[in-house]
T-cell receptor
């Protein structure tokens, strides 16, 4: 069966520091991969998605970037964090053809 | 662009039925999904329905789809305290193979 792992679960970082959040999927190949941010327990904002290795689509221009160095690995990064980057970050995967997305457990990011 | 709308809050007494409603705008929607998010966790897929169906039942959950009115509902029978969560409606379309559109979520509060 397929599983998705996100880490770390929680992270506290100072303003201006770099960021790297990692997401890996097991049990499937060539998934679509997604990064979302959720502010204050409300709606989901799609940040990036990827349909293949090295292919990244950005939905919202901002202080973050994403990379997909391997088929089942998706990384969210920042060179310098802002206070506004605080939030709950969720990774998700799906196989195409209108299948559901499946989510990781999320990373709670707090910027001080 | 495409949109999915939900009411933000719903309060229900324990043991009663909960009905969470959702409307969407994309007439080419092919699948519609319901996700549940408990505090501090990722989104859990509850159920989904293909657009050529009008009802799907799974234990205490009943999904009703009115494609003409672009209206989707989730009924939870015999609501329990463990049902307290945010419920997200989402839809996908063959015209948008890579992305799922999510509503902002309905927070279900259970009254004793």
């Amino acid at each position: 069966s397929q599983t998705i792992h996100q880490w770390p679960a929680t992270l506290v970082q100072p303003v201006g520091s770099p960021l790297s959040l990692e997401c890996t999927v097991e049990g499937t190949s060539n998934p679509n991969l997604y990064w979302y941010r959720q502010a204050a327990g409300r709606g989901l904002q799609l940040l990036f998605y990827s349909v293949g290795i090295g292919q990244i689509s950005s939905e919202v221009p901002q202080n973050l970037s994403a990379s997909r160095p391997q088929d089942r690995q998706f990384i969210l990064s920042s060179k310098k964090l802002l206070l506004s980057d605080s939030g709950f970050y969720l990774c998700a995967w799906r196989i195409g053809g209108n299948q559901p997305q499946h989510f990781g457990d999320g990373t709670r990011l707090s910027i001080l | 662009g495409e949109d999915v709308e939900q009411s933000l809050f719903l309060s229900v007494r324990e043991g009663d039925s909960s009905v969470i409603n959702c409307t969407y705008t994309d007439s080419s929607s092919t699948y519609l999904y319901w996700y549940k998010q408990e505090p501090g966790a990722g989104l859990q897929l509850l159920t989904y329905i293909f657009s050529n169906m009008d009802m799907k039942q799974d234990q205490r959950l009943t999904v009703l789809l009115n494609k003409k009115d672009k209206h989707l509902s989730l009924r939870i029978a015999d609501t329990q305290t463990g049902d307290s969560a945010i419920y997200f409606c989402a839809e996908s379309s063959m015209n948008r193979d890579d992305k799922i559109i999510f509503g902002k979520g309905t927070r279900l509060h259970i009254l004793p």
